[in-house]
């Protein structure tokens, strides 16, 4: 019988069931052990969990979701709510890349869309729609799935965003309002000292206090949405890599490592950066970059020493430090991103320098865990929505951008509605149009560098700009 996830005490230093892949990897304290893959931080402080077996059969449903992520457990989820027939499938394990990889910060908007973006691009009553969706809605949904299966995901609230220049109060300032413009008010400007009853580092000019937001334990909502998913009848296939999408006469033929599925009404895509390896004729609309996090052994001063109200906290600098309070007094701190993945020597020397610079108050900082992720951007920082028009719809979602948590467990709802004729959300978000990036994948590793030299000059001339990652 599949168990709901469940936290251990604090961590248990162990091997990783997820199987490496790509250029991902996880760094553990040497003296906390030696394993060949060990799990990260997310992974340590979750009791072992349900593993499912690979497809080894030809097998057909009404739904075939490709990628246990939160976008795919999501859908797959809300589709199961529906009485939809849905199979999902993973090529490792549950959570294993980015959704069980990522910061854990619940922030709204779309992807690196806020509420000005959408402004520009839509009419008001449509932009207010769009915010509302990815913000006050995304939120409310991760607490009533929670509440509807009895989930523990360490759920926290609020969040801050904290200016490194006096100028980016003005940018801070104006979100705010284009938010409240848009009929969504949680959000409160803070000066220099009002912020330090939260923060207690000399860093910064002020920021915003973002009631709305808050923080999450992604790895644990991940494996909560598909325990859901189970509960509703689904069925789950780990380590079945999906090799083809295709769409014939009666229905969507998905040939796997295992077997062959055929869905008999509609395909969901939600592999992140390479759904469009799945889609024929899916432009590429975004370019990947890799991301980085580690989380401290326990501090020897109290969290609530340097972070008073647990709020967890993003900088304005154009290549963010983020950061939040874990279990048993450790520190979780990300940041940086680049186009080729650094070593696991090279990350740990960054982090624990930023998290130094961040806190020098914190004497002995040791780190315990280190880990690598994926993700991608589009070109206009909006994620890439996509449904196909033939006569069985293919969805598929990318480029998030490292921006995301609670936006993708939104639009995998959407997804299931569309699919249902129960909302029209999704059409929403596919009209959001995108520009192709030729070679963008090939590119990265030149392009990434090239893009933060230029935006790191236009920072030295202009230091007031607020442009962040």
């Known amino acids: 019988m599949m168990m709901k996830p469940k936290f251990v005490a604090d961590v248990e230093f162990k091997n990783s069931v997820n199987v490496q892949t790509g250029k991902e990897w996880n760094w553990l304290n040497p003296a906390r052990g030696q394993f060949d893959f060990p799990a990260n931080y997310y992974e340590s402080s979750l009791a072992s969990w349900h593993e499912f077996e690979a497809l080894q059969a030809d097998i057909e449903c009404d739904v075939v979701v490709i990628g246990a992520g939160l976008l795919g457990s999501s859908a797959a989820l809300h589709l199961s709510e529906q009485g939809v027939e849905t199979v999902l499938v993973e090529k490792n394990r549950i959570g294993s890349a980015a959704s069980g990889r990522n910061g854990g910060q619940l922030t709204p908007g779309l992807a690196r869309w806020e509420a000005a973006e959408m402004i520009e691009h839509f009419s008001h009553e449509e932009a207010k729609r769009l915010w509302h969706f990815t913000s006050t809605e995304a939120m409310e949904l991760i607490d009533q799935i929670s509440d509807a299966y009895g989930l523990d995901v360490q759920r926290k609230r609020s969040h801050i965003t904290a200016a490194v220049h006096p100028g980016h109060l003005v940018a801070l300032t104006a979100g705010a309002d284009a938010r409240k413009y848009l009929g969504e008010d949680h959000t409160h400007i803070m000066g220099k000292h009002e912020l330090f009853e939260y923060v207690k580092s000399d860093n910064y000019s002020g920021g915003l206090l973002d009631t709305l937001g808050g923080q999450i334990h992604p790895l644990a909502l991940n494996r909560g949405l598909v325990y859901g998913f189970c509960q509703n009848g689904g069925t789950v296939y780990e380590q079945t890599e999906v ?227």
């Open 243 to 469: 090799l083809s999408v295709e769409e014939r006469e009666d229905g969507i033929y998905v040939l796997t490592s295992g077997g062959m599925i055929k869905a008999r009404k509609s395909a969901v895509i939600g592999v992140h950066h390479a759904a469009f390896k799945l889609l024929q004729e899916h432009n590429q609309t975004t370019i990947p970059f890799y991301t980085y996090v580690c989380t401290t052994a326990p501090l020897e001063m109290d969290l609530s020493e340097i972070l008073p109200s647990d709020a967890p906290v993003y900088d304005t600098q154009f290549q963010i430090d983020y950061y939040r309070g874990v279990s048993q007094n450790r520190l979780l701190f990300g940041g940086e991103g680049t186009g080729s993945c650094w070593t696991a020597e090279k990350t740990h020397d960054y982090l624990l320098g930023r998290i130094l610079h961040v806190f020098p108050q914190l004497k002995q900082v040791e780190l315990d865990f280190v880990w690598s992720g994926t993700t991608d951007l589009t070109m206009n920082g909006a994620a890439d929505s996509r449904k196909s028009d033939g006569k069985y719809p293919i969805y598929a979602v990318q480029g998030w951008s490292g921006h995301g948590v609670a936006q993708t467990v939104r639009i995998g709802k959407a997804i299931a509605d569309d699919f249902c004729g129960k909302a029209d959300d999704f059409k929403m978000l596919s009209s959001i149009q995108h520009q192709d990036i030729p070679f963008g994948r090939a590119l990265a590793p030149v392009v990434v560098p090239l893009a933060k030299s230029a935006y790191s000059l236009g920072a030295m001339v202009n230091p007031g700009k607020m442009v962040s990652f």
